[in-house]
């Protein structure tokens, strides 16, 4: 390992035990013990987070035709709903099975799907 890996290998052993105490308090205690932390767990305290990796840099959208999945996109969050339909139309998988026919109904479904109905 080189020296960046160790260093994140060392801060996640260090913080496992903290987050498995409120879980396991005695399994917690004894991995803090071996680990070299003198200090009582309880103590401790839970390690903080930062925001900034919650935030998602891509969401994907299933796609369904009649109710079939059909194809899956891969979208910036903030796009526009419009912006959605369009991609999911454009799908190669989801023109196959929407050839021919006429598009009755587009729902989005904010963060999670794209579902289209079709028929003749």
């Given at each position: 390992?080189?020296?960046?890996?160790?260093?994140?290998?060392?801060?996640?052993?260090?913080t496992?035990?903290?987050?498995?105490?409120?879980?396991?308090p005695?399994?917690?205690?004894?991995?803090?013990?071996?680990?070299?932390?003198?200090?009582?767990?309880?103590?401790?305290?839970?390690?903080?987070?930062?925001?900034?990796?919650?935030?998602?840099?891509?969401i994907?959208?299933?796609?369904?035709?009649?109710?079939?999945?059909r194809?899956?996109?891969?979208?910036?969050?903030?796009?526009?709903?419009?912006?959605?339909?369009?991609?999911?139309?454009?799908?190669?998988?989801?023109?196959?099975?929407?050839?021919e026919?006429?598009?009755?109904?587009?729902i989005?479904?904010?963060?999670?799907?794209?579902?289209?109905?079709?028929?003749?």
């Amino acid at each position: 390992m080189n020296a960046p890996e160790l260093q994140i290998f060392a801060f996640a052993c260090v913080t496992l035990p903290k987050l498995l105490y409120p879980f396991a308090p005695h399994i917690a205690e004894e991995l803090g013990q071996k680990m070299g932390n003198e200090n009582m767990l309880n103590d401790c305290g839970l390690p903080e987070f930062e925001e900034r990796y919650l935030i998602l840099d891509k969401i994907t959208y299933v796609i369904q035709v009649n109710g079939k999945l059909r194809g899956k996109i891969e979208v910036e969050p903030n796009i526009s709903e419009e912006e959605i339909k369009r991609l999911a139309l454009a799908t190669e998988n989801v023109k196959r099975y929407i050839a021919e026919q006429d598009i009755k109904k587009i729902i989005v479904v904010p963060g999670k799907m794209v579902s289209i109905a079709v028929g003749k």
